[in-house]
């Protein structure tokens, strides 16, 4: 069995990898200077040969790959293979979906923080060694935040923001279950309502340009106006906004 793995892997990694498929051999596609002929020779050569690829290879990529029979993309969201032709049907396609809501949900909370608390200004203060103050800051305690996808990454982000008294909503496709860590939870019908309560909107839907409007990542792209939305309730909010992009 070959393995062709198109992301970097640290040497720690590699080695882990390697001791759970024994009889594998692997190409670690970041060990090699690709640009160089005879690496791209080498990559092109193994490519042919490949029977698993973990990364996330372009559909010509797979193309070329006759004998592949598995991709394990390293993102959460596979649109790229499910949203165009060209991925074949005798190949399996797994994504990472669930390992990112923990690393995510730190770095929306330390984004959220960040401007809420002003704290590019007192690094720039820290930098010029000034003792000045940056001005009004703002609490998260009692905000509200309207989270535009209930899944792992949004759960993750709910929880951690009701460790700060935050009241959440979500919003999500179907009208599933959704986590209990969650106020309440609507369906999209019910966006332009909701988005006008928000302190915070934060969506973990995939932003991809060759979406039709008519879908969730459409719809928040192309909808994102939400002062004239929601007309003279928002001169005096300070809203924070952060689109995830994975």
């Known amino acids: 069995m070959k393995i062709l793995v198109t992301v970097p892997f640290q040497k720690e990694h590699q080695e882990e990898l390697k001791k759970e498929a024994p009889d594998a051999l ?17 990559y092109h050569a193994f490519l042919k040969e490949a029977d698993i690829i973990i990364g996330n290879p372009s559909i010509e990529e797979i193309a070329s790959a006759p004998k592949l029979k598995f991709v394990q993309s390293s993102n959460a969201g596979v649109e790229k293979y499910t949203q165009q032709p060209g991925f074949p049907r005798n190949v399996m396609l797994c ?9 995510i949900s730190e770095y929306v909370l330390g984004g959220i923080l960040t401007m809420y608390r002003k704290f590019p200004s007192y690094i720039e203060h820290q930098q010029k060694r000034l003792w000045q103050d940056a001005g009004s800051e703002q609490a998260l305690m009692g905000k509200t935040a309207l989270i535009l996808g209930t899944g792992d990454i949004g759960t993750n982000i709910a929880k951690r923001l009701s460790a700060f008294d935050v009241y959440t909503i979500g919003i999500r496709r179907t009208a599933k279950f959704a986590s209990e860590w969650f106020d309440e939870v609507y369906t999209l019908d019910a966006l332009d309502e909701q988005i006008c309560r928000a302190d915070i909107v934060l969506t973990s839907y995939l ?40």
Do not use: Q
């Not at 692997?26 to 080498?42: G, S």
């Open 26 to 42: 692997f190409f670690f596609k970041d060990a090699y200077t690709i640009d160089d002929k005879r690496d791209e020779k080498l």
């Open 207 to 246: 932003l991809k340009k060759s979406v039709k409007t008519n879908t969730i990542s459409g719809v928040i792209t192309t909808r994102s106006l939400i002062p004239l939305k929601c007309g003279r309730k928002y001169p005096h909010r300070n809203l924070v906004t952060l689109w995830l992009k994975y």
């Open 95 to 103: 994504s990472m979906s669930g390992a990112f809501g923990g690393i």
